[in-house]
Structure formats: structure tokens, C-alpha cells
């Protein structure tokens, strides 16, 4: 052979795909769906790349998808007329299982194997699912563009190294073939495999197409015939009418475009029609990504220009706050070759990405209000995963700020619960007479804002508090500054006022009993010096003797805490 070369996969890979092959191994199928979703990939980066290079197309412009078997050999093979990949492509992308963030993923990892599943699902092990079936693959590839003699063969049973050599390949584009482990013969079988591609893989937009099977009464068995046949409906689910498209055919079609292994929580459909045309399926998932918080992570939108993949990731579609988000967006007015540099500028996508937002939160918010207790747990658990991260848009969103108020939930000191049930307008509805300010506690630990000495008056009242201890909360706070006309007010900060709440002989009775503290205050700010701003006599506590405040307008002392944690 030439330039045959033996590599080894890095440390974890072997790892990763030992505990992949053990948890996803009642889910086994799946297999089919991930080769079948990276060969449609394939096909939309050829159909992109096209579109500025017609030659890569050779002289085969017809994209489709090949899967057939072969009993005597025991090989299942799926073979594409797409992108294909170069020697360095391959090492890259198929070498490397482990991609960025492995070590959070291993973390992350539960032991629950349902639970577990859904992150290996997650980290994109797509390709190498083919080994939950297979002790043995092989792929054969050629990038479009390149010549045959550029084709490039990737072996591997899957243990911790790979071969990797040159060969001759006439077809642009890339054939996976799998040697079935031992147990594995009833896959087989032209019904069994067609029966797995309809079910898993019908929204793929390419034909998938499979031999003709017919029955023959020599043999007694199913003979495979010369002739093709399609499998899959091979039109884009999203371009079909809702009632047209059962649920599964929804989920299946989101765990393709979200690399997810469980259903999503909730999805929109909608056309919309009028000055700008376009199509949108957008999925919240159950759970949150284990990388929500990554910096680096991709986004969730694909767009699509007129049925045509033009581009992953556009993170221009949605808002950081909705990166959660998963699903397409399908334009009938943008240019087939627009960029992401032209998405920055364009008003069309401003329109495309107000709308979305107003459907993702008028979703939400049904859930929210709905009296179908189904709904509501809906809702629950979308708060549970996906919280945190809508806190952020009260800061991003200005247009929707009061939408998103309305949505957030609270731990207080109404009850004794840590789950984050109270909303604000539940807080509102039950403020005291004369009370003007939603007060809140902001602290490193939910424990911490519950053992703040700034609460003793508050309890001693009867006032409720809200108790804020989610690294976001101090965010949230310093962007909101009302609700509902009513300020948010930190029972931290400045002389606490409690307003009409305190009656004016109260007031006076304090006013008098702090003249009796003059000297021990003025000593206490000799001793201290530089360290304070001022030793006030205070009337909030009722059990400890002292505590600390920050004035009206500085910072507040847990966001100087988690400033200096962060070494600013
Ligand atoms: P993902 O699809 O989430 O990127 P996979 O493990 O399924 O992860 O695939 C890894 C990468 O291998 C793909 O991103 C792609 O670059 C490459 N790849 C896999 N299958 C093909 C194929 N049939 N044609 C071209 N590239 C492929
Ligand atoms: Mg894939």
C-alpha cells in the first residue's frame, strides 16, 4: 500500500468509546441515522461550496445517499456522492473523537446511563456510533476537487489506533463500510435496514436510496434485484405542512439537526408570509448542553436560503440569551451567497431574528400560563435547564425585558423551598400595604442569602425577599431596575428606607435612641479609619449585633467578591 501509516487515537478517545458502545447499545440503531445525517452533511457542504465552484460537482450533480449489505461478507456500506475529505481532513475530524471540552464532558458524566447517553449524544460521537455494531470500519473518501488518485483509506476497529493510507477512488464523496461484530446478522436485511431509515431518517432531503428487494420461490427468501428504490420522502420537513408531519417525524428530524439522542422539550413551525417570506422550526431540547456556558460552544440555528443549506451556527439568528435554541430558519429573500459578514448588516435577518424571539417567549409563556398541568411541568423543567441563561437577556434584550421578567422565577423568604418557583408577579400581588420596592438578597450560596443579617427586619415585618444566588443574579439585578413600576431594591444597599412601611413615631423613637450611640460610633470610625466609609447606628437587625452595607450607588458586596475571584 502506499503511504500507509498506523496512528493512534489520544488518551480518552478509547474511553469515550467504550462507555459510548456500553450506553448507547440499547439504542443501537442509531448507527444508520448518524452515518445517513453526516453523509447528508456532506452533501449540503458540497451543495455550498458548489455555489461558488461549479466544477466540484464533477459530472455528478446528482446528490444521494447509497446504503446497501451483503449477507456473505457480513458488511452493512453507506456511501455518499458529497464533500468527501482530504488525508488531513480525515486525521482531523475522524482521528480525532475527543474535541474541545473533553474533559468537561468526562465530568459531567453521571454513571445514570440514561443520563449519560444523552451527553455522549451530545458531544457529537456520531461516526464512531458505527462501532456499537461494527468491530470493524473502514472509510473510503475522496474530497470533491481533488484528484482520483487523492482518495485516502481510514481503517480502524475501534481500540485505540487506525491505518491510514492512500488509494485510488473514481467517485468523489465517501463510503463507510461496516464489519459487523459477531451478533449483529439480523441488520442484514433489506426490511430491517429500510425500516430503520424510515424511521430515523426520513426528513433527510436527499433520497436515500436502497436495491429492490423481491421474493423468490426457488430460494424462499428475499432476493436483492439491479433496481433502486427511495427510501426516505426526500423533501425538507420543514417545507411540508404541519399536518402533514407526525410528531416522531418532528423529533427525529430535531435529533439530526441538534445532535441530541432525546426528544425535545417543545418546537414551533411557522411560515411566515407578507413583506418577507421565510419558515421556521425551532426546538427547545429537554436538557441543557453540559457546555451552556462555553464561551466557544456553537450555536443552534442553521440557515437555509430557499431549501438550501447555507450555513451552521449563524449565530446572528437568535440572541445569545436563546443560544439553547436548536433548528432552521429558511429565507425566501436572501441571496444564495450570502455570508456571515453580509448576516451582520442585514435588516432582513433583524426581522427574521425579532420574529423568532416573539415565538420562542410566546411558547414560553403559554407553558407558563397554561392550566394544563402537563404544560406547567413544561415550563418547570424549562426553568430548571434553561433559566439561568434567559436571566441574561434582561440585560441583552431590551425590547422584550418586561416579556422576560414576567418569566423569571425566584427562590424568597415566603418558603422554605429551594426550587425557584416565585415569580415576580406573584411577589407583587403579595407586597404589603404601603410597600413600594421588590427587595431582594444577593449572595454566594442560596444558604448565605438565607442567613443574611440584612433580612432579621425584614422577617421581623413580615416583607418578603427575594434571594438571588446564581452567578448571573448580580447581572440581572444592575439591568433591572423595575418591574411593573415598582423599583428592585437590594436590602443590602444604602440606609434601608422602608417607606410608609415604618410609622413617623417609630422614626422619631430611632432617631433619639441613635443620639445615645455618638460616641461608640465616632470611636468605631476612629479605630477603623480607612477601611469604612461610615458606622452608622442601625434599627434592621434584631438579632445580630452588626453588619455590613455598601452604599446606594457601589457596587454590591457579593459582585465586588466575584469580581475579585475572577482577579479584576
Ligand atoms: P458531527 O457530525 O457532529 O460533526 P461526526 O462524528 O458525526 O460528528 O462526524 C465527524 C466529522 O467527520 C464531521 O463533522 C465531518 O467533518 C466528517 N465526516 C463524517 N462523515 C462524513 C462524510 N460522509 N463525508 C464527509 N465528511 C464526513
Ligand atoms: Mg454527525
Given at each position: 500500500?502506499?503511504n500507509k501509516?498506523?496512528?493512534?487515537f489520544?488518551?480518552?478517545?478509547?474511553q469515550?468509546?467504550k462507555?459510548?458502545?456500553?450506553?448507547l447499545?440499547?439504542?443501537?440503531?442509531?448507527?444508520?441515522?448518524e452515518?445517513?445525517?453526516?453523509a447528508?452533511d456532506?452533501?449540503?457542504?458540497?451543495?455550498?461550496?458548489?455555489l461558488?465552484?461549479?466544477?466540484?460537482?464533477?459530472s455528478?450533480?446528482?446528490?444521494?445517499?447509497?446504503?446497501s449489505?451483503?449477507?456473505?461478507?457480513?458488511?452493512?456500506?453507506?456511501?455518499?456522492?458529497?464533500?468527501?475529505?482530504?488525508?488531513?481532513?480525515?486525521i482531523?475530524?475522524?482521528?480525532?473523537?475527543?474535541k474541545?471540552?473533553?474533559?468537561e464532558?468526562?465530568?459531567s458524566?453521571?454513571g445514570?446511563?440514561?443520563?449519560?447517553?444523552?451527553?455522549?449524544?451530545?458531544?457529537?460521537v456520531?461516526?464512531?456510533?458505527?462501532?456499537i455494531?461494527?468491530?470493524?470500519?473502514?472509510?473510503?473518501t475522496?474530497?470533491?476537487?481533488?484528484t482520483?488518485?487523492?482518495?485516502?483509506q481510514w481503517?480502524s476497529?475501534?481500540?485505540?489506533?487506525?491505518?491510514?493510507?492512500?488509494?485510488?477512488?473514481?467517485?468523489r464523496?465517501?463510503?463507510?463500510?461496516?464489519?459487523?461484530r459477531?451478533?449483529?446478522?439480523?441488520?442484514?436485511s433489506?426490511?430491517r435496514?429500510?425500516?430503520i431509515?424510515?424511521r430515523?431518517?426520513?426528513?433527510?432531503?436527499?433520497?436515500i436510496?436502497?436495491?429492490?428487494?423481491e421474493w423468490?420461490?426457488?430460494?424462499?427468501?428475499y432476493?436483492?434485484?439491479?433496481?433502486?428504490?427511495t427510501?426516505?420522502?426526500?423533501?425538507?420537513?420543514?417545507?411540508?405542512?404541519?399536518?402533514?408531519?407526525?410528531?416522531?417525524?418532528?423529533?427525529e428530524?430535531?435529533?439530526?439537526?441538534?445532535?441530541?439522542?432525546?426528544?425535545?422539550l417543545?418546537?414551533?413551525?411557522?411560515?411566515v408570509?407578507?413583506?418577507?417570506?421565510y419558515?421556521?422550526?425551532?426546538?427547545?431540547?429537554?436538557?441543557?448542553?453540559?457546555?451552556?456556558?462555553d464561551r466557544?460552544?456553537?450555536?443552534?440555528?442553521?440557515?437555509?436560503?430557499?431549501?438550501v443549506?447555507?450555513?451552521?451556527?449563524a449565530e446572528?439568528?437568535?440572541?445569545?440569551?436563546?443560544?439553547f435554541?436548536?433548528?432552521?430558519?429558511d429565507?425566501?429573500?436572501?441571496?444564495l451567497?450570502?455570508?456571515?459578514e453580509?448576516?451582520?448588516?442585514?435588516?432582513?435577518?433583524?426581522?427574521i431574528?425579532?420574529g423568532?424571539?416573539?415565538?420562542?417567549l410566546?411558547?414560553?409563556?403559554?407553558?407558563?400560563?397554561?392550566?394544563k398541568?402537563?404544560?406547567r411541568?413544561?415550563?418547570?423543567?424549562?426553568?430548571?435547564?434553561?433559566?439561568?441563561?434567559l436571566?441574561?437577556?434582561?440585560?441583552?434584550?431590551?425590547?422584550?425585558r418586561?416579556?422576560?421578567a414576567?418569566?423569571l422565577r425566584?427562590?424568597?423568604t415566603?418558603?422554605?423551598?429551594?426550587?425557584?418557583t416565585?415569580?415576580?408577579?406573584?411577589y407583587?400581588?403579595?407586597?404589603?400595604e404601603?410597600q413600594?420596592?421588590?427587595?431582594?438578597v444577593t449572595a454566594?450560596s442560596?444558604?448565605?442569602?438565607?442567613?443574611?443579617?440584612?433580612?432579621?427586619?425584614?422577617?421581623?415585618?413580615?416583607?418578603?425577599?427575594?434571594?438571588?444566588?446564581e452567578?448571573v443574579?448580580?447581572?440581572l439585578v444592575?439591568?433591572?431596575?423595575e418591574y411593573?413600576?415598582?423599583?428592585?431594591?437590594?436590602v443590602a444597599?444604602g440606609?434601608?428606607?422602608?417607606?410608609?412601611?415604618?410609622?413617623?413615631?417609630e422614626?422619631?423613637?430611632?432617631?433619639?435612641?441613635a443620639d445615645?450611640?455618638?460616641?461608640?460610633?465616632?470611636?468605631?470610625?476612629?479605630v477603623?479609619?480607612?477601611r469604612?466609609?461610615?458606622?452608622?447606628?442601625?434599627?434592621?437587625?434584631?438579632?445580630?449585633?452588626?453588619c455590613?452595607?455598601?452604599?446606594?450607588?457601589?457596587?454590591?458586596?457579593?459582585?465586588?467578591?466575584?469580581l475579585?475571584s475572577a482577579?479584576?
Open positions: 500500500a502506499i501509516e498506523h496512528m493512534s489520544q488518551a480518552e478517545a478509547k469515550l468509546l462507555l459510548m458502545i456500553h450506553s447499545y440499547s439504542n443501537k440503531e442509531i448507527f444508520l441515522r452515518l445517513i445525517s453526516n447528508s456532506a452533501a449540503d457542504k458540497l451543495r455550498f461550496e458548489g461558488t465552484d461549479a466544477a466540484l460537482y464533477e455528478d450533480s446528482d446528490l444521494k445517499i447509497l446504503v449489505y451483503d449477507k456473505e461478507a457480513r458488511t452493512i456500506t453507506i456511501s455518499d456522492n458529497g464533500i468527501g475529505m482530504s488525508r488531513q481532513e480525515v482531523d475530524n475522524i482521528g480525532t473523537i475527543a474541545s471540552g473533553t474533559r464532558f468526562f465530568n458524566l453521571t445514570d446511563q440514561a443520563k449519560d447517553a444523552h451527553l455522549i449524544g451530545q458531544f457529537g456520531g461516526f464512531y456510533s458505527a462501532f455494531v461494527a468491530d470493524k470500519v473502514t472509510l473510503i475522496r474530497r470533491a476537487g481533488l482520483p488518485e487523492h482518495g485516502v481503517e476497529t475501534g481500540e485505540g489506533d487506525y491505518t491510514l493510507e492512500t488509494v485510488e477512488k473514481k467517485d464523496g465517501t463510503q463507510i463500510i461496516l464489519h459487523l459477531e451478533d449483529e446478522d439480523e441488520l442484514l433489506g426490511f435496514l429500510k425500516s431509515i424510515r430515523y431518517s426520513d426528513h433527510i432531503t436527499l433520497p436510496v436502497m436495491k429492490k428487494e423468490s420461490q426457488e430460494s424462499n427468501e432476493k436483492i434485484t439491479e433496481e433502486d428504490e427510501i426516505n420522502q426526500a423533501s425538507a420537513l420543514w417545507a411540508r405542512s404541519k399536518s402533514e408531519i407526525t410528531k416522531e417525524q418532528y423529533e428530524f430535531y435529533k439530526h439537526a441538534a445532535h441530541d439522542f432525546e426528544p425535545p417543545a418546537y414551533i413551525h411557522a411560515k408570509e407578507g413583506k418577507q417570506e419558515t421556521q422550526l425551532l426546538y427547545i431540547p429537554s436538557r441543557a448542553p453540559f457546555d451552556l456556558f466557544e460552544r456553537r450555536h443552534g440555528i442553521k440557515l437555509y436560503v430557499k431549501r443549506f447555507i450555513m451552521d451556527d446572528k439568528l437568535l440572541p445569545n440569551y436563546l443560544r435554541v436548536r433548528g432552521i430558519i429565507s425566501n429573500d436572501l441571496p451567497n450570502v455570508s456571515r453580509i448576516l451582520q448588516e442585514s435588516k432582513d435577518i433583524d426581522n431574528r425579532a423568532s424571539v416573539k415565538k420562542i410566546g411558547l414560553i409563556e403559554d407553558f407558563a400560563s397554561s392550566d398541568e402537563e404544560d411541568d413544561k415550563f418547570t423543567t424549562f426553568w430548571k435547564e434553561f433559566g439561568q441563561v436571566k441574561e437577556g434582561v440585560g441583552e434584550d431590551y425590547a422584550n418586561e416579556r422576560i414576567k418569566l425566584f427562590v424568597s415566603h418558603s422554605d423551598t429551594d426550587e425557584q416565585v415569580s415576580l408577579d406573584d407583587v400581588a403579595r407586597m404589603k404601603g413600594e420596592k421588590i427587595y431582594y454566594d442560596l444558604k448565605a442569602a438565607r442567613n443574611s443579617p440584612h433580612l432579621e427586619i425584614f422577617r421581623k415585618k413580615g416583607i418578603e425577599v427575594l434571594l438571588l444566588s452567578r443574579d448580580e447581572w444592575a439591568n433591572l431596575s411593573g413600576g415598582k423599583s428592585l431594591q437590594s444597599k440606609s434601608l428606607d422602608l417607606g410608609k412601611l415604618e410609622d413617623e413615631a422614626k422619631k423613637e430611632q432617631e433619639k435612641e445615645g450611640y455618638k460616641e461608640l460610633t465616632t470611636k468605631m470610625k476612629e477603623l479609619g480607612e469604612i466609609k461610615d458606622v452608622r447606628v442601625t434599627f434592621r437587625l434584631t438579632e445580630s449585633p452588626a455590613l452595607v455598601v452604599d446606594a450607588y457601589d457596587m454590591s458586596g457579593n459582585l465586588e467578591r466575584m475579585k482577579g479584576q
